[in-house]
């Protein structure tokens, strides 16, 4: 089956159907879904070999599939855990800097951060670096701001989901600069 192209390609159209709306469950984003896809059918046809016929296919599938995106949020999730353990905002050079200078984070790693978050809506930026990075509550946000609560709130809200989409868009984002 590895090699007949023929069959590889009939095997994709039943598997894309079948599994491609779990993927896009999973994450929400269909160039992200397609991309889980791709690489869980890639593992898909390296275990085929060890495939008990006598089983169900669509279940074994739908195992390994799952396995392939519960395996892609972990990973994520411990970056992000990663980011947030171990990095913290400097206001005067409108960085943020690692906690330790002897932690394993590179460099190439902080400036990932950085360019990240230099996406953001200056407002936005600032909103999210007080309430996630220096621990200000939003009150005490809109009263140095001026703005409302829910204003603030708002900004942290729009800044957690534009990173999310800008982290699983492309998580070995690289500066141009």
Request: hydrophobic share 35%; proline share 2%.
């Amino acid at each position: 089956m590895r090699d007949d192209v023929r069959a590889q390609l009939e095997m994709h159209e039943v598997c894309f159907r079948m599994l491609m709306p779990v993927c896009y469950k999973f994450v929400r984003n269909e160039e992200m879904a397609r991309e889980l896809y791709n690489q869980g059918f890639l593992k898909i046809l390296d275990a085929l070999k060890y495939f008990d016929k006598s089983k169900d296919f669509t279940q074994w599938a739908k195992k390994i599939m799952m396995n392939k995106l519960i395996d892609d949020y972990r990973s994520k999730k411990s970056l992000q855990k990663l980011i947030d353990e171990n990095l913290e905002p400097d206001f005067a050079s409108n960085t943020i800097r690692l906690k330790d200078e002897n932690t394993y984070i590179a460099k190439e790693e902080e400036e990932r951060v950085d360019y990240l978050l230099a996406k953001l809506p200056e407002t936005t930026r600032r909103v999210f670096r007080l309430f996630a990075l220096e621990g200000y509550s939003h009150q005490e946000i809109s009263d140095l701001m001026k703005m409302s609560t829910g204003t603030s709130k708002w900004h942290v809200s729009n800044a957690r989901e534009m990173l999310k989409r800008f982290v699983t868009k492309n998580i070995n984002v690289v500066s141009n600069e």
